[in-house]
T-cell receptor, first 114, second 114 residues
Framework: DTEVTQTPKHLVMGMTNKKSLKCEQH?????MYWYKQKAKKPPELMFV???????INESVPSRFSPECPNSSLLNLHLHALQPEDSALYLC?????????????FGPGTRLTVL | AQKVTQAQTEISVVEKEDVTLDCVYE???????LFWYKQPPSGELVFLIR??????QNEISGRYSWNFQKSTSSFNFTITASQVVDSAVYFC???????????FGKGTRLHILP
C-alpha cells in the first residue's frame, strides 16, 4: 500500500465552526507533514511530525491544531478560521524526517471558509 | 540561503513535441537533494525523481529525462514526445541533509495541446 489518504476531499465551513482534517498512511513512514497550498503557489509547510512528536511548527496560527494519534494517522483540527485560510491542505509522509527521503502526498482537502 | 527558481511560469506545447522545464537552485550546503514533483489537476503531488548532490549522472525514465549540472546549479527536466496526460504543474524542489524541509520552486504549469 503506497498511498496517503485524506478525508474529506472538500470541506466548507463557517468562521465559527470546528472541523478536522484526517490523513492516513500505511507505508510504515515515521514522518508526516501538513502543507497549505493556495492557488498557483507551491505548497507551504505547516507542521512536521517525526516519530509521532511535533518537530516543526512553521509559526502557524493557533486556530490550526495538529495531532498525531499514532504513526499512521495525522489530524489537523480547525477552529475559528478566516476566509484567507481557504486553500488546498495536503498531507504527506516519508520514511523519516531526513532530507533525502521523498515525500508521498495525499490528494488533499479543498477547504473553503465562508 | 537556499532557493529554487523555475523561471518558466507556464508553457504550452502541441502533443508529441519535446519540452524542457528549467530549474536553478542555490545552496551553500555540499550535501543536498533535488526533486521533481508533478501535480495534476486532481491536486496530489506525485514524486518523479530524486538526485543527490554527489551524483551528476543524467537519468532517463521512459519519456522523461533529467539533466543535473552542478557547474550551473541546474536540474532540468525534459519530456520527450509529450502527451496530453503530461499536462500538470511541475515543481522542482531542494532539501538539505540536515533537515526535512522541502524548498519548492514556484512551479511550471505545462499545457499539452492535442
Amino acid at each position: 500500500d503506497t498511498e496517503v489518504t485524506q478525508t474529506p476531499k472538500h470541506l466548507v465551513m463557517g468562521m465559527t465552526n470546528k472541523k478536522s482534517l484526517k490523513c492516513e498512511q500505511h507505508m510504515g513512514h515515521r514522518a508526516m507533514y501538513w502543507y497549505k497550498q493556495k492557488a498557483k503557489k507551491p505548497p507551504e509547510l505547516m507542521f512536521v511530525y517525526s516519530y509521532e512528536k511535533l518537530s516543526i511548527n512553521e509559526s502557524v496560527p493557533s486556530r490550526f491544531s495538529p495531532e498525531c494519534p499514532n504513526s499512521s494517522l495525522l489530524n489537523l483540527h480547525l477552529h475559528a478560521l478566516q476566509p484567507e485560510d481557504s486553500a488546498l491542505y495536503l498531507c504527506a509522509s516519508s520514511h523519516s524526517e531526513r532530507g533525502y527521503n521523498e515525500q508521498f502526498f495525499g490528494p488533499g482537502t479543498r477547504l473553503t471558509v465562508l | 540561503a537556499q532557493k529554487v527558481t523555475q523561471a518558466q511560469t507556464e508553457i504550452s506545447v502541441v502533443e508529441k513535441e519535446d519540452v524542457t522545464l528549467d530549474c536553478v537552485y542555490e545552496t551553500r550546503d555540499t550535501t543536498y537533494y533535488l526533486f521533481w514533483y508533478k501535480q495534476p489537476p486532481s491536486g496530489e503531488l506525485v514524486f518523479l525523481i530524486r538526485r543527490n548532490s554527489f551524483d551528476e549522472q543524467n537519468e532517463i525514465s521512459g519519456r522523461y529525462s533529467w539533466n543535473f549540472q552542478k557547474s550551473t546549479s541546474s536540474f532540468n527536466f525534459t519530456i520527450t514526445a509529450s502527451q496530453v496526460v503530461d499536462s500538470a504543474v511541475y515543481f522542482c524542489a531542494l532539501t538539505m541533509n540536515r533537515d526535512d524541509k522541502i524548498i519548492f520552486g514556484k512551479g511550471t504549469r505545462l499545457h499539452i495541446l492535442p
